[in-house]
């Protein structure tokens, strides 16, 4: 813009320079030369208010845009960090199958087994299925232990009174990939004792695998951080934990929704694996 400018004066300086009027002698053109830069010194320098305006501007704009990106970016690295929890946990399953057989036959996913008990017995059966058919094929970096929250200490917040609380988890076990994942696998087999004293399964075996993306020591939220993984021995199936109900119920169901009337929000991943493993703008990001 500037060069535009005094385009009309480098034209006279030109124009002045092949004129067959009388030479100007060395000192009248250096003159001209002189002032003309000293314009152009004056003009390409900005003033203090004119540096103040645009760093206002751009401070605007940026409190404006950054918190979105800062979110669609958390957003991004939230679902690839599922995705590869999941995945892992699959992979582990599938080579796990390929030496005990399928899982179906796995006696301690049968609904039989009362892990109803803490006893000494019930651990040790535990400790052997949790470390054989499940750490043995996945990249562990730290043990936590079974039933001991303290190497691998984790907290949660609910999405509703903001309290925090140790996560919970009976009859399992907590460890800690090589990518910072904290696991925590409860070996769950849903058995109800009536007021008789009669046992009944609801359910076939099944493990409820929490995942917890920022590995131990922070503050998640189901939904942000923590996510729920369902393994069922007898659908033979690995999934985030509501796959398979439409997304009505994913989103608003009363106990398990990922809704704020919910402080265990455990169909979320669910949701974000039916909505194509992105996370749209309905979904509840807090």
Request: hydrophobic share 35%; charged share 20%; proline share 1%.
């Amino acid at each position: 813009m500037i060069f535009f400018q005094y385009l009309p004066l480098t034209f006279i300086l030109i124009r002045a320079r092949k004129s067959n009027s009388p030479k100007r002698t060395n000192s009248s053109k250096l003159s001209l030369i002189f002032t003309f830069h000293t314009l152009l010194k004056k003009k390409a320098a900005f003033t203090l208010a004119e540096v103040l305006i645009t760093l206002g501007i751009i401070g605007v704009v940026a409190a404006i845009t950054l918190p979105t990106l800062i979110t669609k970016h958390q957003k991004h690295v939230t679902v690839n960090r599922l995705k590869k929890a999941v995945s892992s946990f699959e992979q582990a399953i599938t080579r796990a199958q390929a030496d005990y057989g399928d899982m179906s036959g796995w006696t301690f996913l049968q609904s039989g087994t009362d892990l109803s008990t803490d006893s000494d017995s019930v651990k040790a059966e535990r400790e052997i299925f949790i470390k054989n058919y499940i750490m043995k094929y996945m990249q562990i970096s730290k043990d936590c232990g079974l039933d001991n929250v303290n190497k691998c200490q984790t907290y949660m917040t609910t999405s509703l009174d903001k309290s925090s609380f140790k996560l919970n988890i009976n009859y399992g076990r907590m460890f800690i990939t090589s990518d910072g994942t904290l696991y925590s696998i409860i070996v769950d087999n849903n058995i109800v004792t009536d007021d008789n004293g009669h046992q009944t399964p609801v359910t076939s075996g099944h493990l409820l695998v929490t995942v917890d993306l920022n590995g131990a020591g922070g503050t998640n939220v189901y939904g942000r951080d923590l996510f729920i993984i369902d393994v069922s021995s007898a659908n033979k199936k690995i999934a985030l934990y509501g796959a398979g109900r439409d997304r009505e119920t994913l989103k608003n169901n009363s106990a398990w929704g990922c809704n704020s009337r919910t402080s265990k929000r455990y169909y979320c991943g669910a949701l974000i694996q039916q909505d194509g493993w992105q996370i749209k703008e309905d979904y509840l990001w807090r």
